[in-house]
Nanobody, 120 residues
Framework: QVQLVESGGGLVQPGGSLRLSCAASGSIFIINPMGWYRQAPGKQRELVATITTGGSTNYADSVKGRFTISRDNARNTVYLQMDSLKPEDTAVYYC??????????????WGQGTQVTVSS
């Protein structure tokens, strides 16, 4: 079994910054990819950013140039540095990983979600 623990959400003023973390633990062979999604009230969950084991990244157009995803493979942890935050970034942010427990067996896991509120 694999567990995900998210941290780092909160309330921030427009233009401010937050850093989210998501640590995976359990019987893990490798994690690829790791990513962040978000869901605002009344909206569907959407991709924010993903990162592969090799460091290749993918961002939603709405966050390019403002958010940076990174990972620590030794700690099975993914980060999301969010700068120049806007009110429209307000949402519950979810960590998402595909974890291989063996070389051929993989499953998708979701974190519990962390609230990010951007408001003055």
């Amino acid at each position: 079994q694999v567990q995900l623990v998210e941290s780092g959400g909160g309330l921030v003023q427009p233009g401010g910054s937050l850093r989210l973390s998501c640590a995976a633990s359990g019987s893990i062979f490798i994690i690829n990819p790791m990513g962040w999604y978000r869901q605002a009230p009344g909206k569907q969950r959407e991709l924010v950013a993903t990162i592969t084991t090799g460091g290749s990244t993918n961002y939603a157009d709405s966050v390019k140039g403002r958010f940076t995803i990174s990972r620590d493979n030794a700690r099975n942890t993914v980060y999301l540095q969010m700068d120049s935050l806007k009110p429209e970034d307000t949402a519950v942010y979810y960590c998402n990983i595909r974890a291989f427990t063996t070389i051929v067996s993989a499953r998708e896991y979701w974190g519990q979600g962390t609230q990010v509120t951007v408001s003055s």
